[in-house]
Structures are given as structure tokens and as C-alpha cells.
């Protein structure tokens, strides 16, 4: 018999390849595994609401606020500029006498990117405020008195094409 061949067969199982081998591909699989588990629980999707039930009642509310800045008549128009931050509101139509208004920036995607601007009253329907940081992306904007929110605006500004975007009630084009 081959001497070389004896050796072979006489070595330690943890000496051989195939073991190895055979253990190291599964292992690496679950390593993988379980680190995409932990990369799902810490980036996971917060745009799924979690009380459905109160979400849908609030939805009368939302339409009632909708319609009534439709009765009024009102749309705006927001003009950002992303250097300095300022954010410039002029208002259509009659706004009821507010001098304080709140306009929400919503990231589609990322809570932590949203922001709310209180806008100061110029005079003539028009508001002035200051963003807290530049954005950079696509957000959805929503402008409604601070005070009492009577009635909303809507509407969507990609920061990509441009810095000014209209708002009108939801639903009103």
C-alpha cells in the first residue's frame, strides 16, 4: 500500500479539508442571515401606521379642513431658498385673519428628515419663517394656521427641479 496514501487517511478529522470546507459555507450563510435580520429591525419602514382605527376617523377631520379651505378659496404659493433657508408664503384668497401659520415638510420615506416652519405674517398675505436645515430631496408640504387649524394646504416640491411649488386643498388638483 501507498505510504502517502496512509497518511492521508491517519490524519485528525479538524486536520482534513472537506470538514472545514463543509462547515465554513453553512456558517456563513447564517452570519448573513442573521445580519440581515438586524439590518431589517434597524431600518425598518416607519410609513406603515400602526392605530389604523384612529388614522380612519381622522380622515373625516382631514376632509372637513380640505373642504373648508376650498370654500375660502385659498391656495399658496411657497418659495424656499435652499442657501439661506428662507421659506416665502403668499396667500390667495382670504385666510381668516391669521398672522401665524404652520407649514409641515414631510419626507416620503423618513421621519427623522420632516420639518415644521412657523411662518410669521408680513403683511398682504404674505408669511415669512426659516427652515432648520436645508433639504434636498422631494417632500410633501401641508401649510394650515398655528393656532387652530381651520383649513389646509397640499401639495409637493422636488427640491431636484425647483424651490417653488403652489398649494391647494387636497383633492382640488
Do not use: C
Amino acid at each position: 500500500m501507498n505510504t502517502a496514501a496512509k497518511d492521508k487517511d491517519t490524519k485528525p478529522w479538524y486536520r482534513q479539508f472537506w470538514p472545514w470546507f463543509l462547515i465554513v459555507l453553512p456558517s456563513v450563510v447564517v452570519v448573513a442571515a442573521l445580519y440581515t435580520v438586524y439590518l431589517a429591525f434597524q431600518h425598518a419602514d416607519a410609513v406603515v401606521v400602526d392605530d389604523y382605527y384612529t388614522e380612519g376617523r381622522a380622515i373625516n377631520v382631514s376632509l372637513a379642513l380640505d373642504d373648508r379651505a376650498r370654500e375660502l378659496g385659498l391656495s399658496a404659493t411657497v418659495t424656499v431658498d435652499r442657501i439661506t433657508g428662507e421659506v416665502l408664503v403668499a396667500v390667495e384668497g382670504d385666510p381668516a385673519s391669521t398672522t401665524e401659520m404652520d407649514l409641515h415638510f414631510f419626507h416620503p420615506a423618513r421621519p427623522d428628515l420632516d420639518q415644521t416652519v412657523m411662518l410669521k405674517g408680513s403683511g398682504d398675505a404674505r408669511f415669512r419663517g426659516d427652515l432648520d436645515s436645508a433639504p434636498a430631496t422631494r417632500y410633501r408640504l401641508r401649510l394650515q394656521p398655528h393656532d387652530t387649524p381651520q383649513w389646509r394646504l397640499d401639495g409637493q416640491l422636488d427640491f431636484r427641479q425647483g424651490e417653488q411649488v403652489t398649494l391647494v386643498p387636497f383633492g382640488g388638483g
